[in-house]
């Protein structure tokens, strides 16, 4: 069985960055068959896809339109994690994000999701 | 960006009921990358149906995926007091999108 935990700060500045990070269990962040992904749920945006990387062979990352430019994931082998940084944020950011994964096209595990509040 | 769209917003329904939820997409999309999550409050999505008639693991028979192209249905044949939630569809065609959502109340 896999879980995810997410961790990280719930209150952020604007033009601030926002880190959070999802540790793994039950799975490698280097497994050759997932992939690991943040998403992001707001009243006003519904569930938003943010972005994922994966490994097979080397690193890939991918990023949705909406905030590339301002996204980072970044995998961490020595503590089996993944994290995301967002950086110049505004009150629009304020979400609840998720991380998950994929083996297939859909997603599979959640993490349990954290609040995070930008104050203008 | 594919664009799912649920209908209805809302369905008020009672227990035993058949609850019959709708996702139109605004292209076609690969059957077996159509997928339905339920979700309750405070909780994270979990997943119900994968590639458009799986049911995920764990997840009771009364839960049914059907549909192809741009039209696509989750079915709840008896609803169950714990059934009562929010249900999104998903899809992937070179990135993931979700639908608004449906809310199945009770009446």
């Known amino acids: 069985q896999v879980e995810l935990q997410q961790s990280g700060p719930r209150l952020v500045k604007s033009s601030q960055t926002l880190s959070l990070t999802c540790a793994i269990f039950g799975d490698s962040v280097s497994s050759s068959d997932s992939a690991w992904h943040w998403i992001r749920q707001s009243p006003s945006r519904g569930l938003e896809w943010l972005g994922r990387t994966l490994y097979r062979s080397h690193w890939h990352y991918f990023y949705a339109e909406s905030v590339k430019g301002r996204i980072t994931i970044k995998p961490d082998t020595s503590r089996n994690q993944f994290s995301l940084l967002l950086n110049s944020v505004t009150p629009e950011d304020t979400a609840i994000y998720y991380c998950?994964?994929?083996?297939?096209?859909?997603?599979?595990?959640w993490g349990q999701g954290t609040l995070v509040t930008v104050s203008s | 960006e594919i664009v799912l769209t649920q209908s209805p917003g809302t369905l008020s329904l009672s227990p035993g009921d058949r609850a019959t939820l709708s996702c139109r997409a605004s292209?076609?999309?690969?059957?077996?990358?159509l997928a339905w999550y339920q979700q309750k409050p405070g909780q994270a999505p979990r997943l119900l149906i994968y590639?458009?008639?799986s049911r995920a693991t764990g997840i009771p028979d009364r839960f049914s995926g059907s549909g192809s192209g741009t039209d696509f249905t989750l079915t709840i044949t008896r609803l169950e007091p714990e059934d009562f939630a929010v249900y999104y569809c998903?899809?992937?065609?070179?990135?993931?999108?979700f639908g608004q959502g449906t809310k199945v109340e009770i009446k």
């Open positions: 998950a994964r994929n083996l297939r096209p859909d997603f599979d595990f």
């Open positions: 590639g458009r008639s």
């Open positions: 998903q899809q992937y065609n070179n990135s993931w999108t």
């Open positions: 292209q076609s999309v690969s059957s077996g990358f």
